[in-house]
């Protein structure tokens, strides 16, 4: 079947000559209708807009063997499906015993992969309902093999790559994106993926799990959602030889030309999608991370998760942990290994959580011990290196390298770990907190799990099972003697699901360090005592769901009570209005509904006369 060209435009494009036109018309003329494919966007879709198969190739309208007989065939769909009918409950249960028959996470991570390609509900549903098992899957720690291993298991795009040779042309790259409506942004250069480094390009399975979790938690619409990496080159020699490599190969663009390049795709997410576009900056290096978000914070509608996120979850297990300890946080003394943009993070916030307790800004960062690399942040060390917002940290004290002599010389009662540097927490290092604490606090929050300062068990071992222990990766039940504890896991998604859904209910522009101190308070309300007693500061992975639900109703209260919520009126029932704006991962009719016109009034019309026309 071919598509009919006007005469008209056959004949000026021969007279005029100008090949291009004629080589459109000859491409038009050779256009077969049956080859044509409609390109969904947005969540509600117009009956008229898809026939046939394209309503099982989009995976936004497959249903899989869900649709009934009657959809089938006013769909034009029956015949190119098996004549059973499945629920989508029988269709979940299908898909728990398949991904339960592979033995490698990677595997299953493939497997998830492959399901949201092809049917987006039954993902999100299978995710939303599955949350203990399946998001060390989609997420930390499986995610981090993804990304070492993404040029392999590279299969189709689920999110945009921007280049530094596509500077100049930010926005054309953004436009090529089919969503009209994007309202959330996870983007990365992947200099610094977990506790990997620098990945590059295969960075990108960390935006994409960030934003399926934004939506099996928070329920945002995924069609309002875009993963991106900004590919600005590696500096990682193997990544650059490595055949498989999908990205620039190239080392990585810096100075001038980067802050442009980055500076050029803000400007074009406003652009493009508006000033209340929510960018969420994620595993950036530790220089540039701290940068943007001073420069960008005031400006954009933007956070960092791997500063501010990560600071909110900690400060929440901080805060729980005083139901165990008695003390206030105040009355803490914390040391920190590591200090970079995490451990910052954490301490920023802590600042302010002691803050609200009544401290002084200064007496709040005097609780505060920080060692990087060189040791103790000491401010007559030889090595200096107390640029940006360590020297708020840094202590008239002598310089120490030995970090178990440091733990001996300051006696914190709260360690945190947040270095990528395992093992860093030695049995001679959780002992000494355990001489000096009834009750020591170990945060071992590097992620994946072989980062890990500790293990749990090293951490309860070690402690007489005093400890009261977090990690940044999942581990599981610890046995000791005739005790058994199950630690928690502090995972930045019981935070910033939750903060983007009230940022972008509320119509927050700029988002504030009070947000993430109202997030970690509703986090640490929701530990149970029968939490505590079993060995876990946070709630369970189940109970996720409703904790974003709650962190997006406080925001709401806040945003309207401090006037920097930008959509109006104030609803009148925060909750509801939450639950009206979240995306349904159930099944819903894929036929448009019909309803009757009431019998119209019986008028007596007149005799039709024709009508004369005058000459």
């Known amino acids: 079947m071919f598509t009919l060209v006007p005469r008209s435009l056959i004949s000026r494009s021969a007279i005029a000559g100008q090949k291009g036109v004629l080589t459109e018309t000859l491409r038009v003329l050779k256009i077969d209708d049956t080859q044509k494919r409609t390109n969904v966007t947005g969540d509600v879709i ?12 989009d995976p936004r309208l497959n249903k899989g063997l869900a649709f009934t007989l009657e959809e089938r065939q006013a769909l034009g769909i029956h015949g190119l499906q098996p004549a059973r009918f499945k629920s989508q409950e029988e269709q979940l249960e299908l898909c728990r015993i398949s991904i339960e028959r592979y ?8 497997y998830l992969t492959e399901l949201h390609d092809r049917n987006e509900k039954l993902f999100f549903r299978l995710l939303s309902e599955n949350i203990e098992s399946l998001m060390p899957i989609v997420y930390t720690p ?6 070492q291993k993404f040029g392999l298991i590279y299969r189709r795009p689920r999110g945009l790559f921007i280049t530094i040779n596509d500077i100049g042309h930010v926005f054309e790259v953004l436009k090529n994106w089919p969503e009209p409506n994007v309202r959330a942004i996870v983007v990365t250069d992947g200099e610094r993926i977990l506790g990997l480094g620098d990945l590059g390009a295969c960075g990108m399975g960390i935006p994409v799990g960030k934003l399926a979790l934004y939506t099996a938690l928070a329920g945002i619409k995924p ?55 929510l960018i969420q900056f994620e595993d950036f290096g530790n220089h540039n991370a701290f940068r943007f978000l001073d420069r960008y914070r005031e400006q954009y509608c933007t956070f960092n998760d791997d500063i501010q996120g990560t600071a909110s979850v900690a400060v929440s297990g901080l805060m729980a942990s005083t139901r165990l300890t008695g003390k206030k946080l105040a009355d803490n003394k914390f040391l920190f290994l590591g200090a970079g943009e995490a451990a910052i993070g954490i301490a920023d916030l802590t600042v302010k959580a002691l803050e609200n307790e009544g401290l002084s800004l200064q007496e709040a960062r005097d609780k505060i011990w920080m060692v990087d690399i060189d040791g103790l942040l000491a401010l007559e060390r030889p090595e200096g290196g107390l640029d940006g917002h360590k020297k708020f940290y840094a202590k008239a004290h002598q310089p120490i390298k030995d970090f178990a002599a440091i733990v001996e010389e300051i006696k914190p009662s709260v360690l945190i770990g947040a270095s990528a540097a395992a093992g860093a927490f030695t049995p001679t290092v959780l002992k000494a907190m355990a001489s000096f604490n009834e009750r020591p606090i170990v945060f071992a929050l590097s992620n994946p799990t072989s980062k890990a300062e500790c293990t749990a068990e090293q951490a309860y071992a070690n402690t007489d099972g005093r400890v009261i222990f977090s990690s940044g990766s999942p581990f599981g039940k610890i046995v000791l003697g005739d005790r058994t504890f199950y630690p928690g896991q502090g995972n930045n998604a019981y935070i910033f699901p939750g903060v983007a859904l009230g940022v972008l209910l509320a119509g927050i522009h700029h988002i504030n360090e009070q947000i993430f101190l109202l997030a970690s308070e509703t986090v640490a309300k929701f530990v149970t005592d029968e939490d505590l007693a079993k060995g876990s500061i946070y709630p369970p992975l189940s109970a996720i769901k409703e904790c974003s639900m709650s962190i997006a109703c406080e925001i709401l209260e806040y945003a309207y009570k401090e006037r920097i919520a930008s959509v109006y009126p104030k609803p009148k029932d925060m909750r509801k209005y939450v639950e009206s704006h979240q995306y349904n991962h159930n099944y819903e009719p894929s036929l448009p509904q019909t309803w009757p016109w ?8 007149r005799p039709m006369e024709p009508t004369k026309l005058k000459a």
């Open 46 to 57: 117009s009956p008229s807009q898809v026939m046939g198969i394209d309503h099982l190739r």
């Open 103 to 110: 033995q490698e996470d990677l595997n299953k991570y493939l």
């Open 142 to 147: 499986t995610v981090g093999l993804a990304c």
């Open 223 to 277: 069609n309002e959602c875009l993963p991106i990496v900004l590919d600005v080159g590696t500096n990682n020699q193997n990544l650059l030889e490595d055949p498989l490599y999908v990205g620039l190969r190239q080392k990585r663009s810096t100075g001038k030309l980067y802050d442009d390049f980055v500076d050029e795709f803000m400007q074009g997410v406003v652009k493009r999608y508006g000033q209340n576009t």
């Open 598 to 605: 009431p019998n119209p009034p019986y008028i007596k019309t």
